[in-house]
């Protein structure tokens, strides 16, 4: 099982975000992203909300960089860490603009781009952004396999319900011949989008008990990736045998990739908990 971060800073969720993330920035975000790629941390994730209401900010939160730019200046500081979006909304893009935006990020970072995409689930966002609710799910299915069709491809075509496009030139494309789609979402049907057009999965508000008894109905390929959270912050130096038990459980639960928020005072105090987390996830290996 690889560990990957949920980077600090960039996504401030209540009750999920340290006090000191709130006076941080860029630098400091970059200094993490050193030490982690570094250690050999698999991946750093970025979220997107473009609007979100006022009163569910209260709830979801409303601070959600925008990941291509946060991950343009994350390319530059890193060489080998993977930069994952989790999650992007599909229905708030066509796909070909995704192919070409995050294509020219996968070629800006040397080809260490992992698209986390989703259906998404919030009414009010859609409706501000001229997108069409009730058929997210559709929608979702067929803009997937565009991408899958676009995403590394410079003449790509394809030919669906809700998206239609040949005879076009899009460059650059993604440098990986493969670009890692993993798909969000809570329920079994999720799970099968995500196997059926995806390369794979990554739940939320599940817990270990839950997410495996998904895991057990379903028939899951070789080389199939689960992504799965441990939850709330943990603290490798301040409790060490509680991360390391939450990190095992994940992995007890189907884990091949536990996402992980860290608990930390400052930049300084995240870049040690990332040394002391990454101890414990070779000890688990």
């Known amino acids: 099982m690889r560990v990957g971060i949920i980077s600090p800073v960039v996504t401030r969720v209540p009750g999920e975000h340290s006090a000191w993330e709130a ?3 860029i630098e400091q975000l970059g200094r993490i992203a050193r030490v982690a790629d570094d250690l050999g941390f698999d991946h750093l994730t970025c979220s997107e909300h473009v609007a979100v209401p006022a009163g569910v900010a209260a709830v979801r939160g409303g601070i959600y960089w925008d990941p291509l730019a946060t991950f343009g200046f994350l390319a530059a500081c890193t060489s080998r860490i993977r930069l994952a ?3 992007l909304v599909l229905g ?4 070909l603009e995704i192919a ?3 294509g020219t990020l996968d070629r800006v970072c040397g080809g260490r781009l992992v698209l986390g995409l989703g259906v998404g689930s919030l009414r009010e966002e859609f409706a501000l952004l001229g997108a069409d609710f009730e058929t ?15 995403m590394s491809q410079r003449e790509p075509a394809y030919h669906g319900e809700f998206y239609d496009f040949s005879e076009i030139v899009v460059d650059p494309p993604a440098v990986q011949p493969r670009v890692p789609l993993w798909i969000g979402g809570r329920t079994p049907r999720s799970l099968r989008r ?3 057009l995806g390369d794979g999965w990554v739940p939320f508000g599940l817990s270990c008990d839950e997410l495996a008894a998904v895991l057990a109905e379903a028939d899951i390929p ?3 990736e689960v992504v799965l959270a441990v939850g709330g912050p943990i603290d490798p130096i301040g409790a060490p045998e509680a ?16 996402d992980v928020r860290i608990s930390a005072s400052s930049a300084t105090h995240y870049c040690e908990q990332l040394e002391a987390l990454h101890a414990l996830a070779q000890k688990i290996r």
């Open 23 to 25: 006076s941080a920035g």
């Open 85 to 87: 979006t989790h999650v």
């Open 92 to 95: 708030y893009h066509h796909p």
């Open 100 to 102: 070409k935006r995050y």
């Open 136 to 150: 997210r799910g559709q929608r979702a299915d067929d803009a997937l396999a565009a991408l899958r069709a676009a």
């Open 194 to 196: 995500a196997v059926r």
């Open 222 to 224: 070789d080389g199939f």
């Open 243 to 258: 991360a390391e038990h939450r990190l095992r459980r994940l992995g007890a639960a189907g884990a091949t990739v536990a």
